[in-house]
């Protein structure tokens, strides 16, 4: 049987969903509510974290959302997350969101987001987590700027 913290690479957490935007989803512009996109990528980062780190996870913490384009009701907003840091018990997830016309194919970045989840045991106290590395020259980078963003986080609490 493999350790429950042995280190394990970025891809093993990727993860992809995807949905088309309804009515409900948005104000009378027709435009999706932030809010709705930051339930959807939070969900898409907890279930990264959860595939990485085989525990349940819940949000600590989000870094900043800029959203680059609108979001419109019929357009299908495909999230894909992966985890790009390890700490003790905590894990970040960036996660790519991207709204698509199902009948154009045209596709947009609409923003990126890092969420910081916390892993929990069965009790719900925070557990250790596997690390995570880097296989290309790509993840090594997003590693590396992951490090950075949680040290700004420690910096700004204290």
Not at 22 to 45: C, R, S, T, Y
Not at 112 to 133: H, I, M, Q, R, S
Request: glycine letters at 6%; charged letters at 25%.
């Amino acid at each position: 049987m493999i350790d429950k913290l042995t280190p394990k690479p970025m891809r093993v957490s990727r993860i992809g969903l995807a949905q088309m935007m309804q009515p409900e989803h948005a104000n009378n512009f027709g435009n999706v509510h932030g809010g709705w996109i930051m339930k959807l990528v939070d969900e898409a980062g907890g279930l990264a974290c959860m595939r990485h780190a085989q525990c349940r996870v819940v949000t600590v913490a989000i870094d900043s959302m800029v959203f680059h384009h609108p979001i419109k009701t019929s357009d299908v907003v495909i999230l894909n997350a992966e985890v790009t840091y390890t700490g003790k018990t905590s894990i970040e997830a960036e996660v790519q969101v991207i709204a698509e016309n199902p009948i154009t194919g045209q596709r947009w970045h609409t923003n990126t987001a890092f969420f910081l989840y916390v892993a929990l045991d069965d009790e719900g106290k925070p557990t250790a987590v596997p690390p995570v590395f880097g296989e290309t020259l790509e993840e090594e980078k997003k590693l590396k700027e992951a490090r950075e963003r949680q040290a700004r986080r420690l910096e700004q609490r204290k």
